[in-house]
């Protein structure tokens, strides 16, 4: 060590004098990383800067829809006005995701959402930073998608991750009044009515290279929420600092089956929004000491927000599920083995049995913007792809089990509750 300093002290490097860094040379990095990010993103979107969808091949539609892949083929064959695929080599038959939907849809296949059923609100949390939120709500829509949900993304961190993950640039491809902001700045932001207010969040909807797949991206406009609801807070009375997003999302909820909340890791007024809009938990925690220490923090944190929320509210907050999803889980590391053990044992109903491990497939595809379920050309041993995805289903398939028990739970109750008043109805006279 003291050699390669004495090397480096020798040949001048240290004695060279550096100039200061002041404000313009910190902004010329930023346009540089900015200049870096485009970069990547038009490699990852080339020609059009837009993201395409790969095609799906017959086993895997038939494996999504459940079925035997003859069987898929012979239904095909019977019914020839159905999207045959297309075939680029006679070994080889390829469909669009839309062609699953319409499949899907021509044989009356499940998930059915009942009549009236209003989508469920999932919000992906943890108030640390890498313990794969963004990650884990990309790739739970996108399941989900894929087995013939409608599913509302919505970025809620201002640094845009999942907004980038979908192709998009946040800095110079999203306005403020494209992303949530505006919304939570309610109505009359500093006694100015807002001219975009229309009552609810549909107006920055955005549909995505995914069928059935929409996103409300973000950008850091996002932060300057926090200060708006700060003074919102203090100017509006009456003013519940955690309802907006709610109230944003709840028309929302009839044009989709699952929303899903991707948020910040920090303890905002935005997140309270989340916390307070949102159905059922999913909280990511890799099984590294440092992510299990501060998680006693954060559930401490949502107990005192629910408090807090049960002070105002006419019925106290309750979720219909907060889960504990281990991620970036190293199957060989010993460490992570004895955490997972501990908290299996100390959440032994909380935590999915399933896992994501940590895999090399998702960190070489990461440079292309791409989740799993899109890459197509895998630069590698496609074995290792193939053991990511699979373990991503069953993760995935575990909270698609959860999600579809709270869609029922609450169906029946709002079925039984219809029940309820029109016997009353019929009582009257
Ligand atoms: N299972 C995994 N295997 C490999 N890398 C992962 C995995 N999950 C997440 N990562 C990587 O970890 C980093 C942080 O993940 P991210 O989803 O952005 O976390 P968060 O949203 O909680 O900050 C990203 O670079 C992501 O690609
Ligand atoms: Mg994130």
Redesign the pocket.
């Known amino acids: 060590m003291a050699a390669n300093a004495d090397t480096v002290f020798e040949s001048g490097a240290l004695a060279e004098p550096r100039a200061p860094v002041d404000s313009h040379a910190i902004a010329d990095l930023a346009q540089r990383a900015e200049r870096l990010n485009q970069t990547i993103r038009d490699r990852a979107t080339h020609p059009n800067h837009r993201k395409t969808l790969r095609k799906f091949v017959g086993t895997e539609v038939a494996d999504l829809l459940d079925l035997k892949v003859e069987t898929l083929y012979r239904r095909l064959d019977r019914h020839p006005t159905l999207p045959q695929g297309i075939t680029p080599n006679p070994r080889r038959r390829d469909f669009t995701l839309q062609e699953i939907y319409a499949l899907r849809k021509a044989f009356d296949l499940p998930p059915k959402r009942a009549p009236g059923q209003r989508g469920l609100v999932v919000s992906i949390c943890?108030f640390k930073?890498?313990?794969?939120?963004?990650?884990?709500a990309a790739h739970l829509a996108q399941y989900l998608v894929m087995h013939g949900y409608r599913v509302l993304l919505v970025d809620l961190d201002a640094q845009a991750?999942l907004t980038q993950l979908f192709g998009i640039l946040p800095h110079t491809e999203v306005g403020d009044e494209q992303t949530v902001r505006t919304f939570l700045e309610g109505p009359n932001f500093r006694g100015e009515p807002s001219p975009q207010w229309t009552g609810d969040l549909r107006y920055v909807v955005q549909e995505t290279h995914w069928a059935n797949l929409d996103l409300i991206p973000s950008n850091l406009g996002v932060y300057g929420a926090e200060f708006a609801i700060a003074a919102r807070l203090r100017d509006e009375d009456g003013f519940a600092f955690y309802r907006p997003l709610s109230e944003g999302l709840a028309p929302l909820r009839n044009d989709y089956d699952v929303i899903i909340l991707d948020t910040a890791?920090s303890l905002s007024f935005v997140n309270s929004n989340a916390m307070f809009a949102a159905d059922g938990l999913l909280i990511?925690l890799p099984p590294a000491m440092i992510d299990l220490q501060s998680s006693s923090l954060f559930f401490e944190l949502v107990a005192e927000l629910m408090e807090n929320f049960n002070r105002t509210e006419a019925s106290p907050k309750t979720y219909d599920f907060a889960s504990v999803l281990l991620?970036?889980v190293k199957p060989k590391d010993k460490t992570h083995a004895q955490i997972s053990k501990w908290i299996r044992q100390y959440f032994p109903q909380e935590t999915c049995s399933q896992t994501?491990?940590?895999?090399s497939a998702?960190?070489k595809v990461?440079p292309d913007l791409m989740t799993l379920y899109e890459v197509d050309d895998y630069d590698g041993d496609r074995r290792t792809l193939e053991r990511a995805i699979e373990a991503m289903n069953s993760a995935n398939g575990e909270v698609e089990l959860l999600i579809r028990q709270s869609l029922e739970a609450r169906a029946e109750a709002s079925s039984r509750a219809t029940v309820a008043l029109s016997s009353e109805r019929d009582k009257d006279p």
């Open positions: 943890n930073g890498g313990v794969a939120k963004t990650t884990t991750s890791p990511t991620t970036r994501v491990v940590q895999s998702l960190e990461g």
